[in-house]
């Protein structure tokens, strides 16, 4: 079974528009990550925030992370149509080492 | 520098034949994974290796065999391909347990007919 969930399933906003993307998870972890994946291209990695960590940004990315809730959110601020993807939360397991991915969220941003 | 490349990029094959698809990294990272990825399902892993010669499976393992008998090659095997095995196939590669970043290939687009 999926250790994350993504909501919503897809997104679509206009250019200059923040776009937030919520991901839950099941069992406890060691950190969470953001990856972003181009049609037709393999997944590249955005961002880790750590189980200790409650909020983390780069550039124009801000993620949360709520471990009460096993919840994270990905926040990403004036959008613009390159940011055109589809964003996955993965979540790396204390207990086996494994990084298990969500769904994803299907973001389109139009000019 | 190379970083992780996957062989063929696609491929079509039939029913009940045995397929390999090769993942390569440059490396030298002690972790490697096998990505499925369909539509209503995202990434599911296959199978995975912490080093040479130790590998385990992952979410969905049936249909498939792994081998690690180098760092850096991890071939994946369908040895009897199945059309429910039609999806885009993903290698990553990390270098321990709990590095930030898994690298990922291009993938393999796999069709079974």
């Known amino acids: 079974s999926q250790q994350g969930e993504e909501d919503p399933q897809a997104l679509s906003i206009q250019e200059g528009e923040n776009a937030t993307m919520n991901c839950s998870y099941k069992?406890?972890?060691?950190?969470l990550q953001w990856y972003r994946q181009n049609s037709g291209r393999g997944l590249v990695h955005l961002i880790l925030?750590?189980?200790?960590?409650r909020e983390k940004h780069s550039g124009r990315l801000r993620v949360t992370l709520d471990t009460s809730k096993k919840s994270s959110s990905l926040l990403i601020t004036a959008s613009r149509a390159a940011d055109t993807a589809s964003y996955f939360c993965?979540?790396?397991?204390?207990?086996?080492?494994?990084?298990?991915f969500g769904q994803g969220t299907t973001l389109q941003v139009k000019p | 520098d190379a970083g992780i490349t996957q062989s063929p990029r696609y491929k079509i094959t039939e029913t009940g034949r045995q397929v390999t698809l090769m993942c390569h990294q440059t490396?030298?990272?002690?972790?490697m994974f096998w990505y499925r990825q369909d539509l209503g399902h995202g990434l599911r892993l296959i199978y995975y290796?912490?080093?040479?010669?130790?590998?385990d499976k992952g979410e969905v393992p049936d249909g498939y065999v792994v081998s690690r008998s180098k760092t850096e090659n991890f071939p994946l095997t369908l040895e009897s391909a199945t059309r429910s095995q039609t999806s885009v196939y993903f290698c990553?590669?990390?270098?321990?347990?709990?590095?930030?970043?898994?690298?990922f290939g291009p993938g393999t687009r796999l069709t079974v007919l």
């Open positions: 990553a590669s990390r270098v321990l347990a709990n590095d930030p970043a898994q690298y």
């Open positions: 290796s912490a080093a040479a010669d130790i590998t």
């Open positions: 925030i750590r189980s200790n960590e």
């Open positions: 069992t406890s972890i060691n950190n």
């Open positions: 993965a979540t790396l397991s204390s207990n086996t080492g494994k990084l298990i």
């Open positions: 490396w030298s990272h002690s972790y």
